[in-house]
């Protein structure tokens, strides 16, 4: 089984960059993908982005298309979320989470992370 850190979360003002990482130990070669997925407070968890392990090919949500990019180092086992342009509705605790099919529903989760976007 994949087990999944998150770190990268901060304090930053709006317009600002930040980069997650999510860690990962354990059979990563069995993973389909990883996504990145975030909940503000009071809302639901949201998909952010997905990176295929294997083939490195990503999918984005609306929301966040052309400003955050994910990425992955098979070497390092580590998936990078690169944050641009922040706004406060960006405000969210951050979780990585993987699947082991793109039908599967994401059953591995790490702890978070705190992203907060101040204007």
Do not use: H
């Not at 999944?4 to 600002?16: F, I, K, P």
């Not at 929301?63 to 979320?81: E, Q």
């Amino acid at each position: 089984q994949v087990q999944l850190v998150e770190s990268g979360g901060g304090l930053v003002q709006a317009g600002d960059s930040l980069r997650l990482s999510c860690a990962a130990s354990g059979r990563t070669f069995s993973s389909y993908d990883m996504g990145w997925f975030r909940q503000a407070p009071g809302k639901e968890r949201d998909f952010v982005a997905a990176i295929t392990w294997s083939g490195g090919r990503t999918t984005y949500a609306d929301s966040v298309k052309g400003r955050f990019t994910i990425s992955r180092d098979k070497v390092a086992n580590t998936v990078y979320l690169q944050m641009n342009s922040l706004t406060p509705e960006d405000t969210a605790v951050y979780y990585c989470a993987s699947r082991y099919c793109s039908y599967c529903s994401y059953d591995k989760w790490g702890q978070g992370t705190q992203v907060t976007v101040s204007s």
